[in-house]
């Protein structure tokens, strides 16, 4: 199976509403090689070491583990429980442990 990392990548990326090159840049890229070496990221032609991830998904706003999740449905859910707060996600791991749902 491939890694989910390049299409996730994309995704997020797009949805962030940002170029290759705007990423590349934010992550701290040389203007003129931030797009190239975005695209090959997302063509899953270099992987991005787990360091750069975490960089990559703080700029675009999603948990690292997005980018590794092979589900497609749980990769959503953790996006989503990513955006609360840890009080919430406390009291919804504590649900899911006592069978509540």
Avoid: W
Wanted: charged share 30%; proline share 5%.
């Amino acid at each position: 199976m491939e890694t989910p990392t390049p299409s996730r990548l994309k995704a997020a990326r797009k949805a962030a509403g940002l170029t290759q090159q705007q990423l590349g840049m934010a992550l701290g890229m040389e203007p003129n090689t931030a797009s190239a070496r975005m695209n090959q990221y997302e063509k899953g032609k270099h992987a991005p070491d787990f360091l750069t991830m975490k960089r990559i998904a703080k700029e675009l706003d999603v948990p690292v583990a997005y980018f590794y999740c092979e589900e497609d449905i749980l990769s959503e859910l953790i996006c989503a429980l990513g955006k609360l707060k840890k009080e919430e996600q406390i009291r919804i791991l504590n649900s899911l442990n006592s069978d509540e749902i």
